[in-house]
């Protein structure tokens, strides 16, 4: 299976602190995505980031990304109770599809 | 951003039966659409790749048989899940490739199936 692993499996902090969520993969990408899944709903995009790119930042969202590991991680700083959702990370790979593999994802919960 | 919806949100059906999932494009054209599904606290697994006008590509382990997938139109693909069983039971999402991006997908709100 090509699909990465996420760690934690489930973080549970208070609102306000910071909230990072690590990625692995498998083999060799052209990018590395992150989305969020709110409980029995679709998916949100949140942050693409490139394979030639080692950061990259979107409001409170920061990732990084080390091709020689192959892992990336998710920080979200500054909590709210409405951050809390599953976050998945998602990697493409080449070909004419461009098909998404996801990972096994984080399951955060902001307490109030 | 552009907007992907899915038909029905939740369906329960009986042993046996064929159930329809329809995934729309909104606001965009989308040559291509993917179907996955998601096992409850599970991660999304790729079924297939719809192409608007040909076959679709499953993944491994996908029978394609069971799982008919018709792209007809360039905003409309749909999962028909064929003589249904309980086991079939699952989250069934879909997504369209954003405009002007091989890389980026917009998801459907998913699809609930109960078989009982």
């Known amino acids: 299976s090509q699909q990465g692993e996420e760690d934690p499996q489930a973080l549970s902090i208070q609102e306000g602190e910071n909230a990072t969520m690590n990625c692995s993969y498998k083999?060799?990408?052209?990018?590395l995505q992150w989305y969020r899944q709110n409980s029995g709903r679709g998916l949100v995009h949140l942050i693409l980031?490139?394979?030639?790119?080692r950061e990259k930042h979107s409001g409170r969202l920061r990732v990084t990304l080390d091709t020689s590991k192959k892992s990336s991680s998710l920080l979200i700083t500054a909590s709210r109770a409405a951050d809390t959702a599953s976050y998945f990370c998602?990697?493409?790979?080449?070909?004419?599809?461009?098909?998404?593999?996801f990972g096994t994802g984080t399951l955060l919960a902001v307490q109030p | 951003g552009a907007v992907v919806s899915q038909h029905p949100s939740r369906v329960i059906c009986k042993s046996g039966t064929s159930v329809k999932i329809e995934c729309r494009s909104l606001?965009?054209?989308?040559?291509?659409m993917f179907w996955y599904r998601q096992f409850p606290k599970q991660s999304l697994m790729l079924m297939a790749t719809?192409?608007?006008?040909?076959?679709?590509?499953?993944e491994q382990g996908v029978e394609k048989d069971k799982f008919l997938i018709n792209h007809a139109s360039l905003t409309l693909s749909t999962l028909t899940v064929t003589s249904a069983h309980p086991e079939d039971s699952s989250f069934y999402i879909c997504?369209?490739?954003?405009?002007?991006?091989?890389?980026?997908?917009?998801f459907g709100p998913g699809t609930r199936l109960l078989v009982l």
């Open positions: 997504s369209a490739r954003a405009p002007g991006s091989k890389e980026t997908q917009y």
């Open positions: 083999t060799s990408i052209n990018n």
């Open positions: 980031i490139r394979s030639n790119e």
């Open positions: 998602a990697t493409v790979y080449g070909g004419a599809t461009n098909k998404l593999i």
């Open positions: 606001d965009f054209q989308a040559t291509t």
């Open positions: 719809s192409n608007e006008g040909s076959k679709a590509t499953y």
